[in-house]
């Protein structure tokens, strides 16, 4: 299936969104809600599954949207449609501080492993499945979970993911530790795993948990720097709404002075 | 030649990090050639390439092998490609190709053995607390009997207690005196110490609380026309408290709460619990019931008190037409089989029976 080449632009430094330049007759497809702004011409069109497969029957639909249920995508894909004359915009925007990063599937081998949830949008023709981490070890502790997410397709792909993006390549037999949940995305040659942190204290007090996950090469792989988890669980520990501890902003006494001294410094 | 070629994803040093598409096959020498799609790459081979499985889910077969320049690897993730690597391999890699090939497999089996675990492990609750249903009223029983009749006639305080604050219990006068002779005669010889008691409700309806706590509503004492038909009532009512048939609801409205807030986690206040308390507490099921009438009429035959009466009380309370039926009825259900079977019960029983020393008429003037 010849896949829509499309041209993009990715505007913004933390808090990013990416403009892709449609040409007649072009699609792109997008996560629902991701839809930044659209220029004339663009037909926005929701359809039921992930939009890849044009007439692959209800079941296949409704398999489809099942695998984008579990992979926390919603069931709905909307296709961004070029029926205007000239080049035509439309732009995606991350849901959260962050990276956008374009993924050319054709130049890697046409399929990508990512973090389940990272998928911001695609060149129509890219299909969203669902792979599931079949080694139980990798599953439970790797940070990512059973369900991950394969991009499949010969076109452009755009995933998101917080903090700073990555990008690494891993030699053949090149095995690198990463810390679990920083994982974003990597090809299918890359053997994802598990590993024991080596050391009983290390693995109490370390403050890495117990498991890192490796990476073992060959093949490309993007790591994040701070999963979205972590920055929502730092927020609401210093968030005093939630329970947490105001820094500098209660009475002299209390929380402000003695607070201060007696706090740590985060 | 053709046929035996295997695609796959050549890595290595020099090359895109990628990795490039390139073609493998093995030469007539069992050497391993991979040509690599693209110009100006030349023909790589080795003699003896390292096989295993690799990837995501060990779902490729990594050929890898060392040159000076550096390491090399063909991952081959098609199955078609990689049976024909398999296929026309040489034999000394025949080995290492097997376990390669097993690699997938065995990681399937495990993933569908740790999944079957955790199903099985959360199920267990489930089959638990359906097994529990299964056998609620065994394991009731058995809980039943281990109660001793001083902690029976504790628990018919408090239910005592509760009445009171509900509704007027009268515990002395004509009427109370009335149940108490009719009353003794039926349980003669038994464990609790019975006490009567008379509420001053107009509804037709009695009730019988653990430990031997009888409370007889004013309406049902002035619609009695002999004391035979108050002692029909009574008997059945007795027969519910010797039989602990409340003690045993709560027995069972209890398990079912703790098993409840075993599998769901504590939802105490939850619409799922009171569902569930209200359909088995306090209301006694129609087993309950049909074994208070058969246990009553032992007792009423055993008291050599005519039977008669308690079927005449039933039968009028049924024909009656009221806008709402008698409370007695809507939780003692009489229904037309229910009714039939006493009918044949009594007429089987031959008296003679004695006549009740109740002035029944007296007892109830107060409470008209």
Redesign the interface.
Known sequence: MAMDVIDYMIVGSEMQFVEVELDPGEAAIGEAGAMMYMQDGIQMDTVFGDGSQQASGLMGKLLGAGKRLLTGESLFTTVFHNEGQGKRRVAFAAPYPGKIIPVDLGQIGGTLICQKDSFLCAAKGVSLGIAFQKKLGAGLFGGEGFIMQRLEGDGLAFVHAGGTLQEQVLAPGETLRVDTGCVVAFQPSVDFDIQFVGKIKSAIFGGEGLFFATLRGPGKIWLQSLPLSRLANRIIMSAPAAGGRSADQGSLLGAGILGGILGSDD | MHGSQFQG?L???GL????I?ARGHWDALGRLRVTPDGVGLHELSTDRPEIAA???????L?L?WQQPE????L?I?SVDDRSRCAATAPEHCNRQLAAAVRQPDT??R??RL?WGLLALLLLVPLLGLALFLLNADRLADWVVDKIPVAQEARLGELVLAQTRLQMKLIDSGPAVEALAAIGGKLTAGSAHRYRWFVAERPEVNAFAAPGGVVVVFSGLLTSAATPEELAGVLAHEVAHAELRHSLRGMVKGLGLRALVALVMGDISDNVLTGAATRLTELRFSRDAEREADANGLQRLVAARISPHGMLRFYERLTAEQRPSPPALLSTHPASGERLNWLRREVAALKGPWQPLPVDLARATAALR
């Open positions: 994803r890595f290595g040093p895109p990090g990628t990795g598409v690799s990837g995501f889910n060990n779902a490729c990594r890898s550096g390491a090399y690897a991952l993730d990681l399937e495990r993933f740790g």
